[in-house]
């Protein structure tokens, strides 16, 4: 019983380059989140996606950032040109999308991301 | 904007001693969860609260929504060892798109034994 599936686990990219950072939510689960983490601070929200949709996106930077859930396969997020300031702990959440808020969020390891 | 305050931000604890930690918002709240994070780990569901006033257990964890569903509390009793790591409170808007969760900026816990 496979849970949140998140690769890679560690990213090092160059100022300038991509980073696609890849999420499997948990089998049955439609609704997907990503959240970044500083060192010690909090989750900071960044995307609602369900498939094929992007319900809510008011936590994504305006520019380089980007997100999908297609209807195969991971969600997909995706940073462009890439800068020192991006380097962070980014938590995919994957749940069920039970109505009314009342939904247990279950979270993958995480990706690394460093930019140097 | 809305905002979910937590406190304290650190707390240092004797090991076999109590503690709380308090979540505060500045709107009514839908539902709050709980979440703990252990060092170098990913956020790990606790709990969830609904009702107004409600309270619940975990074994020595205990965690209460005000009347007001503005706030919440989490109180361990008898600290140990495996409690050390950063809790984190999330919650629902009433207005909230769906179930986004607006994360506090948790309390991190170090124990000493």
């Known amino acids: 019983n496979a849970g949140v599936m998140q690769n890679p686990r560690h990213l090092v990219r160059r100022r300038g380059q991509e980073a696609r950072l890849r999420c499997s939510p948990m089998?049955?689960?439609?609704?997907v989140y990503w959240y970044r983490q500083l060192p010690e601070e909090g989750l900071k929200f960044m995307v609602y996606?369900?498939?094929?949709?992007?319900?809510?996106e008011s936590g994504m930077p305006k520019e380089r950032f980007s997100a999908e859930f297609p209807k195969e396969g991971p969600s997909i997020l995706r940073i462009q040109q890439v800068v020192r300031g991006d380097s962070a702990a980014y938590f995919c959440?994957?749940?069920?999308?039970?109505?009314?808020?009342?939904?247990?969020?279950?979270f993958g390891p995480g990706t690394r991301l460093t930019v140097l | 904007g809305q905002q979910v305050m937590q406190i304290p931000q650190y707390q240092h604890v004797q090991e076999g001693e109590d503690f709380t930690t308090y979540c505060n918002s500045s709107?009514?709240?839908?539902?709050i969860q709980w979440y703990k994070q252990r060092p170098g780990g990913h956020p790990v569901f606790l709990i969830q609260?609904?009702?107004?006033?409600e309270v619940k257990k975990q074994k020595r964890l205990t965690f209460q929504f005000g009347e007001a569903k503005k706030n919440s509390s989490l109180h361990i009793t008898a600290t140990q060892t495996t409690d050390v790591g950063t809790y984190f409170c999330?919650?629902?808007?009433?207005?909230?798109?769906?179930?986004?969760?607006?994360f506090g900026g948790g309390t991190r816990v170090l124990v000493k034994p």
């Open positions: 959440a994957s749940s069920l999308g039970l109505a009314g808020g009342a939904d247990e969020q279950f």
């Open positions: 609260l609904v009702k107004s006033g």
């Open positions: 089998k049955g689960h439609s609704h």
């Open positions: 999330a919650v629902t808007m009433l207005k909230a798109a769906g179930n986004k969760l607006t």
């Open positions: 996606l369900q498939k094929e949709n992007i319900i809510d």
């Open positions: 709107t009514t709240l839908s539902n």
